[in-house]
């Protein structure tokens, strides 16, 4: 069983910068692709970003394009998620999540085989 550990979430001032951390808690396999989503209250679960370490490529919701890297490590299935210039809208729990079909789609979270717990982000005015 694969556990996706998030951290890096917390209460920030619009315009700031943030970075999440997630890391698997073993070893393992979490397939070729590693990602973010975010949900807030009320609404469906969001796609961030993902990274396919095969060949480097990274994607990106249109909510944070533009505004937002996500890196890591494949070999300790770790994998980051940095924005910038944070706003009001972009509070929610952030979600860890690995291992989706390596060709896409990546934005359906049904699709996703580990999750992590999830991080709360809160961005004040």
């Known amino acids: 069983q694969v556990h996706l550990v998030e951290s890096g979430g917390g209460l920030v001032q619009a315009g700031d910068s943030l970075r999440l951390s997630c890391e698997a808690s073993e070893r393992t396999d979490t397939g070729d692709v590693m990602g973010w989503f975010r949900q807030a209250p009320g609404q469906e679960r969001e796609f961030v970003a993902a990274?396919?370490?095969?060949?480097?490529?990274?994607f990106f919701g249109s909510s944070v394009k533009g505004r937002s890297t996500i890196s890591g490590d494949n070999v300790k299935s770790t994998v980051y998620l940095e924005v910038n210039n944070l706003r009001p809208e972009d509070t929610a729990v952030y979600y860890c999540?690995?291992?989706?079909?390596?060709?896409?789609?990546?934005?359906?979270?049904?699709?996703?085989?580990?999750w992590g717990q999830g991080t709360q982000v809160t961005v004040s005015t």
């Open positions: 990274i396919r370490w095969s060949d480097g490529q990274t």
């Open positions: 999540a690995g291992d989706p079909p390596t060709s896409g789609p990546y934005h359906k979270p049904q699709l996703w085989l580990y």
